[in-house]
């Protein structure tokens, strides 16, 4: 195994951490597989192999010598050793798998011979060994895990903690996975005053990347960007499938779809989970006896499509769907363009809100759409609301019952009989820690810069509750994300995607009224609001896609080029039109 520095404070010494997993050796055999992907190169001593915020590095294995691996530097300037690898050890953390720049640098301490394998190559690599795939993936895990437990693992957010800015990004870096730390800024260097006489806007939050630049104020897409938590599809070529929407059904799709040889590329606005990914546990899901969390059960998904290849565009909002010779062209905002022979939409539902005077002006200052480890934070000893009378309520209010000073449970209906799981049910009842007030519903929200008081009525006795609580939970169902289809598929009267019936391709449940056009999950009409049925929905929609691929294939071999030039066409005379 690959030595490893062992220092106190350590993310790397602590028992919950896997070294064997981490640094696991590859066989004899293995290298002599590996040769047929990459070449032998020779390295003198103090060679640096790759260095912090490098993108698309490759991957090297060690026949002979020594390559040191190094954490950004601390406080103190020191670069930190976490890793001395040898003979039959390999390079990399998560980025292997993604466009993300290097979390750390890599540097030859004496003369050593490697083999270097190209990201090309590693990606046919991990198509083709499976037993290499395995091991590569699972410490590639485990190492981002010991960088995500440092103290100068990743990139700095410097903000206040208090701020709804500060508050989004380091909500986009935990959801998904990168390594960060919080530098705590004083509210009144972090915020100018509000008298119209600043000349300039404050310069926090600010990021400072692991190549020592710093990014005042960013916008969630540019700090995906930056990161290369995002990978931008390519303009010039024409994916299989693009899936639109990384819920629990994308996932699957792009796991199903890339694992069959599917050139697979997955749009996402936020982070991997949608919905499912904000759920502090899930326990009725196949195969968890003791419960996963959405946002775990989300992570692994996505490993498994990055295992098989898949790209994610993360951070990027899908605009406008059009068919043009057969080939679906899809425009991201900022009208990046994603061609495909066929679509899996997705794209799943979003939030409804309270219709409550000053709602708004508490979204991320007190009330929130998801009870995880961070929210859970801003709640300890202190009591709650949770409204809604479904799983996701359920599923937050018993979270919270072990955190929180006391849990009040608002729900409009008379029951949660008709809407819960009664293993969730029995719980809340069973709990000291939550109240249930059914036929309720909040009136009204007070509060100066954050969410300090909630009033609400009981509409069957008009009895009135007003009490000191600074966190709302809202979970009160969703609207389909589907308005970037308006007038392309057939819609019902809510907005849902019409699949199957006379429209649909082959009459499969999936098809919409579009050629080439799969919808799943939650965006569909009529679909089973569970996880796991939107698992099974994405990987069974796969068999369509497979189908429409093959009674098209004529179609799409002849001159596949001119279809990119019909949409370059069309999208110039709609340019020039506007």
């Not at 720049?101 to 690599?125: D, M």
Request: charged share 20%; glycine share 10%; net charge negative.
């Amino acid at each position: 195994m690959a030595g490893v520095e062992n220092k106190e404070n350590s993310a790397w010494s602590t028992p919950e951490f896997r070294p064997d997993l981490a640094f696991a050796k590859l066989t004899e055999e293995m290298v002599e597989r590996l040769r047929s992907y990459g070449q032998e190169e020779s390295f003198p001593a103090n060679v640096l192999l790759f260095t912090y915020g490098e993108r698309r590095v490759d991957m090297f294995v060690v026949l002979d010598g020594q390559v040191d691996i190094f954490l950004l530097p601390a406080a103190d300037g020191e670069s930190r050793i976490i890793a001395h690898h040898q003979r039959c050890d390999f390079s990399g953390e998560l980025n292997l798998l993604t466009s993300q720049g290097s979390l750390v640098q890599a540097r030859t301490v004496k003369a050593s011979r490697l083999l270097r394998i190209p990201r090309n190559e590693l990606q046919r690599l991990m198509r083709a060994e499976g037993d290499i795939a395995n091991l590569i993936t699972s410490a590639v895990i485990w190492r981002r895990i010991g960088i995500i437990g440092e103290p100068t693992g990743g990139i700095v957010l410097m903000g206040n903690v208090g701020d709804v800015e500060t508050t989004q990004l380091q909500r986009f870096l935990i959801r998904n996975n990168y390594p960060h730390r919080i530098v705590e800024v004083p509210a009144e260097e972090a915020t100018l005053p509000d008298d119209g006489l600043s000349e300039h806007e404050s310069s926090f939050p600010a990021v400072v990347l692991s190549d020592g630049r710093t990014l005042q104020r960013p916008t969630i897409t540019q700090l995906a960007d930056e990161l290369g938590i995002t990978e931008l599809p390519d303009p010039e070529m024409i994916y299989d499938v693009t899936v639109v929407g990384a819920g629990p059904s994308g996932l699957a799709a792009a796991v199903y779809a890339a694992s069959e040889g599917l050139c697979t590329i997955v749009i996402e606005g936020t982070a991997p989970g949608g919905q499912a990914g904000t759920s502090s546990k899930i326990e009725n899901y196949l195969g968890f006896p003791t419960g996963i969390s959405g946002q775990r059960l989300a992570s692994r998904a996505q490993l498994q499509a990055l295992k098989f290849g898949v790209r994610f565009a993360i951070s990027r909002d899908t605009v406008t769907a059009e068919q043009i010779d057969g080939i679906h062209k899809l425009t991201l905002a900022g009208g990046i363009p994603v061609c495909s022979r066929s679509v899996v939409v997705a794209s799943g539902a979003q939030y409804r809100k309270l219709s409550v005077e000053n709602y708004s002006q508490f979204e991320n200052r007190g009330i929130y759409y998801a009870a995880t480890a961070m929210e859970s934070l801003l709640c300890r000893e202190h009591e709650v609301i949770v409204v809604g009378g479904g799983n996701s309520a359920g599923q937050a209010a018993v979270f919270l019952s072990g955190i929180a000073k006391h849990v009040h449970h608002i729900v409009r209906g008379k029951s949660l009989a008709s809407t819960m799981s009664q293993y969730l049910i029995s719980r809340i009842e069973s709990s000291s820690h939550i109240t249930l007030y059914t036929d309720s519903e909040i009136v009204k929200l007070e509060g100066e810069s954050s969410l300090e008081c909630v009033t609400w009525i009981n509409r069957k006795t008009g009895e009135s509750t007003m009490k000191p609580i600074g966190s709302v939970f809202v979970m009160i169902g969703a609207e389909p994300n589907s308005g970037w289809l308006f007038g392309t598929v057939r819609l019902d009267k809510k907005g849902f995607i019409l699949t199957g019936g006379t429209d649909g391709f082959d009459g499969t449940p999936y098809a919409t009224s579009v050629p080439g056009m799969f919808a799943v999950g939650d965006v569909r009409s009529n679909s089973v609001k569970r996880v796991a049925s939107a698992v099974g929905e994405g990987s069974v929609v796969i068999s369509d896609v497979h189908r429409y691929l093959a009674d098209h294939r004529n179609k799409f071999a002849a001159e596949p080029n001119s279809a990119l030039a019909a949409l370059r066409a069309a999208s110039a005379a709609a340019a020039a039109h506007s």
